[in-house]
Each structure stands twice: as structure tokens, then as C-alpha cells.
């Protein structure tokens, strides 16, 4: 069975930091693309970013484009969103998502297996 289980979340402060994790059970991990998608109480779920599955190209919404890395360390089967600067319209919980079709897609639709997710509060 597919497990994502995301960590790293937490309350800070306007223009801190925060870097997620999600740990991936997944034996081919490498071969899948990996996504972040956050959502906010009362609003729909949206594509944060996402990470392909061989040559490590990268998209982000244009919103945190400038604040937020993706990354990934297949060894570990781990998925990274480093986030700075970050602003109170970045709370939200934050899903990992894995898509056995490794390419990029900022759709919901695309991936096939979701982590709970884990809050990120900012205050101001």
C-alpha cells in the first residue's frame, strides 16, 4: 500500500520559514512525479508544486514562485517544499501528492495517492 505522510508544519510568523517533508512508502518511488497542494478552510484545494519524476523539472503557482523550493531525494523516497518569506495567505494544510505518471501536472486529477497533510499557520 502507497503511504504519504507529510511533516514539517507548524505556526510562524510572517516572512519565517517552514520546510515540509513527506516520506513516501513507495518502492519506485523515482519514477513517480510529486506534487504539494495546500488547502484552506471553506476554499479549494490548490496546486502549490511539483516535481517530475526524472530530470527534477520543477512548476510552482505563480504566488510562491519566488519563496517556495521543491526538491527530492529519491535514495530517501522523500519529497521537500521549502518555504520562506512566508505570508498569512500561505495557511493552510499542505497534501503531498504521488502520481505513478511521472510528468508534471498542476491537476488534482493527475495523482494518485494523497498524504493527510500537515498545517502551516502564519500569523501577522
Known amino acids: 500500500q502507497v503511504q504519504l505522510v507529510e511533516s514539517g508544519g507548524g505556526l510562524v510568523q510572517a516572512g519565517g520559514s517552514l520546510r515540509l517533508s513527506c516520506a513516501a512508502s513507495?518502492?519506485?518511488?523515482?519514477?513517480?512525479?510529486m506534487g504539494w497542494f495546500r488547502q484552506a478552510p471553506g476554499k479549494e484545494r490548490e496546486f502549490v508544486a511539483a516535481i517530475s519524476f526524472s530530470d527534477g523539472r520543477t512548476y510552482y503557482r505563480d504566488s510562491v514562485k519566488s519563496r517556495f523550493t521543491i526538491s527530492r531525494d529519491n535514495a530517501k523516497t522523500t519529497v521537500f517544499l521549502q518555504m520562506n518569506s512566508l505570508k498569512p495567505e500561505d495557511t493552510a494544510v499542505y497534501l503531498c501528492?504521488?502520481?505513478?505518471?511521472?510528468?508534471?501536472?498542476?491537476?488534482?486529477?493527475?495523482?494518485?495517492?494523497w498524504g493527510q497533510g500537515t498545517q502551516v499557520t502564519v500569523s501577522s
Open positions: 513507495i518502492r519506485t518511488f523515482s519514477v513517480y512525479a
Open positions: 501528492a504521488a502520481a505513478v505518471r511521472g510528468g508534471i501536472s498542476t491537476s488534482i486529477s493527475h495523482y494518485d495517492y
